[in-house]
Every structure is written in C-alpha cells, then in structure tokens.
C-alpha cells in the first residue's frame, strides 16, 4: 500500500474547464491523476453524484482533446500506471491503485471504500493498494449543511461514496470485458471477470485487465453502467483485513507529524494565557531570535510562531518568549457562571419552539386535577475537547504564485477556501496534500493550525511545519457546547407518557459558526435538539424547545455532535419514565416504538445476546438505552441499543460488559463495524466518566492527559456487538453508538447505587 502522494501537478481553472483552452502542457503522471480539474468545484450548486471523469474518458479522452485526435490511447504516468476514470488506475502487470478522497481517521475507509470498487470492478484484491485523491467534482459531496466540498464529518463517507464507487467500479469492469472479448475475439456476452482477468467462461481462456490497457484507452466508458446484483458481490460483506494495518505496524504511514520536505523549518507555538487573548507585542524579539536555531518570530493574529531549524529550538524558544497580551475584549467567565446562565435559562419563557404536537401545555395543567403522574427532571453536560492523540500540526509552503499544504486534514477544499482567500490566490492554486490522520473527531475540519504554518512560512519564505503543543490543543481547541435540559412528563393511568416538554438550553453551535441555518430554522439549533425535535418515541402531545445562551467559548463539531448531550437526556429521563410507571425499560420501550419495525428489531437482538430476560449474575446491574442516530439533513438513520453490565466494589464502579446491537444498513466490513462499534464505546465511557474543560478566569483549567484523562485499558468492558442483518442501503456508522452510552451506564448505577446520576462527566469513581 502506497503512501500518500503530492497534489501537486497541472491543474485547470474553472474558465479552462469550460473549453477556453488549456495554457499549460497535460503533465500525465501520478500526480496528475490527483490533479485535473480541481477549480471547477469552487462554484457548484447541488448535490455531486457523477462518479466519472471530467470528459467521457478521464485521462485518455481529455489527453485526445487537448491534442485534437479524440480516441487515442491513453497515457501511462510516470509509475506506468494507466488511469481508467477518477477512482481507478491499472499498470500492465495488472496492479490496480484505487484513489481514496475520504481522510483516514482511524474509521477504516482506507479499507472500506476501496472495497466496494474493488467488488464491482472484479479487481484482484491480493493487487490493491490505495492512494489519497484530491481536487476533483467526485471526491466533493453536498452534505451535513455545508456547501460542495471534499472532507470528511458526519459519518457520511459510506452513505455518500457507496454508489458513486460502485458505478466506477462497474463502469471500469465493463471496459475490461469489452476490451477482453475483443481480444479474445469472443462475444462481451460470452465472458465474465474475476480477479482481474476476463475469462471467456465457454472456453476458459481469459486475458489480465493490465495486458487490455491500450484497448480500453480507446474505448468511451459507460456513464450507467450495469451494477452486480448483491448475490455477485464477492468483497462487499466480508471482514476483509485493514489495508493500512502493515503500513501503521510497519511504521511507514505518513502522519502530518512525519512529514519532511525539502528546505523545511519548523515552528512552535506561544499562545495566550486566556481563551480568546490576542498578541499586542514580543518584548524580547531581538533576544530569541538570537537563541540557537532560531530563524524568525512571527506574529499572527492568535499567537506567535517562533521558527527554528528543529522543533525542540522552536519550543525552547517559545518558552522564553515575553508577550504582551490583550484579552480585554473578552468579558470574564467561568465555569459557575456559565452553568448559573444555564439554570436561569430552564426557567426562560423566551424559548424558541422547535416541535410542537397536540398540546402538551394543556396535559401538564391537567394533570394534577386527573392525579396523573407528572415527572420532572434537569439534566447537564459539560464542555468536552476533541484531544486527538496527534495534536493539530500542518506543513505549508507558500510561494509566489501557489501555496502547498502537508498534513492530517479532514477538510481539502476548506483549507483551499481558506489559505486562498487570506493570501489571495485563487483557490485551486492552493495544494492540498493528506496524510493519514493521528485521530480527528472533528478538529482537523477546522483550519487554524493550516493558517499558522502559513503565515510562518510566509514570514520566511520557506515551508513550515508547525505543531502545536498539547496544552496548546487542549486550551485553545474548538469545543463541543455544554448544555442543560429540563425534561418533564405526564403519565396517563398506563404509566406512559400522554405529554412531555422537553428543553435543551445553552452556547449554540449553529449560531456561534451556521448562522444562516439557525435563523432560517426560526432561532434554533438541530445539532442541540438531536433525537429530540424528531422523537421517534409515541407521545401523543409533545413541545420540544431550546434557549440559546451566548458565550465566548469556541465552539465547532465534535463526534456526534450534540446527540451525545440530547440523548443522554432523553434516554435518561426515558428509563425514569419506566421506573416511576414500574414497567421495565426494554418493555416500556417496545410500546413507545412499536410503529417502528427497526427500531424493534434492535432492541430485540441487543436484549437476546444480554440476557435480558433472565437475572444478571448476583452483584451484576444492567442499564439500557437506544439511540435512532440521524444523518445530517437526514442523510441516512442508524439504529443501536446499548446494554451495559457493571458493579460495585467498594463503591467503586466495575464495567463488566457492554453489549451493542448496530442496524447500520447493508455492511460493506463487518469487520470495521464491530470496530467502530468499539472504539466508539471505549471513546463514550471516557466522555461518561472523565471529559470535561472547565473554564476560571477567562481560560481553560485543563492542559494535558493528567487533568484530561482517558479511559484505561484495564477499565474497559467487554464488548459484544451484534450487528443486525439489513437490506437497507449503508447507513452512517462512526459516531451512532456513542449518545447512547451514557445514560445506559447511568441507569446501571442507578440500579446499583439507588442514585440518579443526571450529570456529566458522572461523579462515579471507575475501579
């Protein structure tokens, strides 16, 4: 498996796209292949669906074009490989490079996606390997509110790329049959392929996709091909091995911290002490630049980026910077204030209604007279940071004319935006080169370590390589909002719920970075009310509401977004319900969602491989919770129900087992699902018991692991996922488990204690 490759090579501008010429010669290389294009998606409306290349050939009708002589073969890069269309390579030996678009986070698309070609191409997968591809149309999608763009958020990259890879795989297989019957001077209807070969299936004589090169490259592709039926599919549906394992074991995966190029320098970081604070003047400039190494001190416009030959010179100097700091624009805040606010806002009659059925207010002014049952409760969580085990870090070198970047980026075509519009070059004259990426989460979509690197290397004119420091990271990241529910319920004589009025309050993240959205919604935030505006439980009069509470927090998306908050009180104040009713929760459950067939059926499959229905062992206390995860602009729905073992010992609390039962549509690896499934628990029980930023004095409290700790190894559960036969196309599958997590692992403390723990991160102490 390759490493990845440099963006740079020939690239188009959007008026050259449209046939006013090309001013530069077609350099076919392996850089190429990555290249063509690359403007035009600057200015696209709508949805991106197209799996092929710009003309009807990629790089072989577009090489003729230009040349004037359409139908001419195609040419080989450098490599000797030949490119088919957008996604697919070929070298004579046969060898097939598949490109990949989506950045690796660690949710094994390196593996997944290049499958699902693979499959429909009928490529030989003991011959794969995979590259990262960037600035072209059909590596861009329209999705999760955000404009057409290459990156990577959401959980979408299955949900997006499944049959838009599919149709490049099968529109590169039905070239190769074509080609190999001609050669085999059969009919296209006599042959079949397998493993890179066409065979004629009468004669078993067949010929290999690289020996068929020149002729495909002569061939128009099909822009419809025709798609395997599922009962073809040889890859997809298999627990293929990891292709990135070797190279990560290895040591020979590239990750922004790895990256080296020619006449680098390296840069660190001084930031302020407070949140938001802004450099005014370095006292001692002339002192530190004078120190070992050091080539320049540069001031940007958040911190100031002292470069060196090596990275130890640069933080040695930074350590010995005096700045003058301003933080004067920012109003002091805290931790308490901040949850004060929150508290007042539950009280608000200022909210902005987002769902509204039947009429809940009239049920809870009722109630009382018609002894029904009324159950209140307020739940909080707390701000969380991404804490990627790489911290952020970019290479950029910026030239006269171009800017190229290096480095772990989740989103290509935001840096272009970005870098372009501060130094003023035209977005596609902005490089984007991927590496895999030490964790995300998020974090890496945004692109304020990419602009640090800039600005020094601007300074010096050189390429840079900042990284930031841990506690850098941590205290000057982009958090997930802290929020505060009010959840409250009238029971009918059946023990369930006749209304509920449920309401979330706290910092927006629509209105801090989206705001278009949020106003155009009517002054609410999807992302804050997730699970709850579109509640797949059955109640008959239900008010969903929120209230945004400014802050001057930094906020931006974090894995599941605010269903780790929403669900939390949801299922939460859902398995109160069913305890004030003394039904038991999975049968209370199956009642409130029993119009929905799905969600049943993964409640029924989490509940038989626990054990539900017969006695946990003596000292053992099980908790339940479900969680129906939403796409973004309802791109896809994943179910999962979650069921979560423990004990106490000493009031201390012993996860024994977390059983996980996953509807995540047709499974491409069921392999990867499993672990998505557990790291994404592992990841939820740290967020349970241990993520939380505090804020004092305008800053944030925490710096490093030791104040911001991770779940161990020794404290992680068993894990058992069942993932659940589906005929539904695949769904999204790297945050859905994590919401419902939390509030299982608070109804088995509750079960255990006698304590209702309403608050994160829960103040349970973990053996």
Known sequence: MSQPIPERAAQRTAAQIAGQGVDEPRRASRRAFLKRGAASGFAIAGSLVLPLAWSTHGAAAEAAETAGTAGSAALAGADGFHEINDWVRVDPDGRTIIGLSQCEVGQGVYTGLPQVLADEMDADWRRVSVEFVTGRDAYR?????????????????????????????????????????QHLGVRTTQCTAKSGRVIHVQTGRSVGYGELLDAVAKLPLDPQPRLKPQSAHTLIGQPLGKLDTPLKVSGRAQYGVDVNVPGMLNGALKMAPTLNGKPVAVRNRDAVRAMPGVVEVVQAKDAIIVVAATYWQAKKACDALDVQWDDAATPAFDSPT??????????????????????????????????????????????????????????????????????????????????????????????????????????????????HAAVASKAVGRPVKVIRSREDDIRHGFYRPGVSARMRAVLGADGYPQAMHLRVVGQSLYWAIK??????????????????????????????????????????????????????????FINELAHAAHIDPLAYRRTLLRDDPLALRVLERAAAKAGWSSRPAPGVHRGLAYCLYTGRGGAFTTYVAVIVELRLANGNAKLERVVCAVDCGRAINPM????????????????TFRSEITFKDRAVEQQNFADYPLLTLAQMPKVEVVIVDSDRAPQGCGEVVLPPVAPAVAEALFHASGTRLRTMPLEQPLA
Do not use: C
């Open 141 to 181: 999608i329209s999705a999760a509110n955000e404009m057409p763009q290459q990156f990577v958020g959401a959980s979408m990259s299955v949900t997006m790329f499944y049959t838009r890879l599919r149709t490049a795989g099968a529109q590169a297989r039905a070239a190769f049959l074509k080609a190999g019957a």
């Open 338 to 451: 901040i949850l004060a606010q929150r508290k007042a806002a539950l009280m608000s009659e200022q909210a902005v209604v987002a769902t509204r059925i039947g009429d809940a207010a009239a049920q809870f002014a009722a109630a009382p007279a018609h002894r029904h049952t009324v159950v209140e409760a307020d739940y909080h969580t707390p701000y969380i940071v991404h804490a990627t085990m790489e911290p952020v870090n970019a290479t950029v070198h910026v030239r006269e004319h171009e800017i190229e970047v290096w480095g772990p980026i989740q989103g290509q075509d935001k840096v272009r935006w970005t870098l372009g519009a501060i130094f003023k070059m035209p977005a596609d004259k902005v490089i984007v080169n991927t590496t895999f990426l030490g964790g995300s989460f998020g974090r890496k979509y945004v692109p304020d370590f990419v602009i």
């Open 515 to 572: 705001r278009d959205f949020y106003e155009k919604a009517g002054g609410w935030d999807e992302t804050m009310l997730d699970g709850l505006y579109d509640l797949g439980y059955r109640v008959p009069n239900l008010t969903v509401d929120s209230v945004t509470v400014t802050q001057p927090v930094p906020v931006s998306f974090m894995r599941s977004v605010g269903s780790t908050s929403s669900v939390f009180f949801l299922e939460n």
């Open 672 to 687: 990867l699902i499993r672990q998505m499934m557990e790291g994404g628990i592992g990841f939820a029980l740290t967020n």
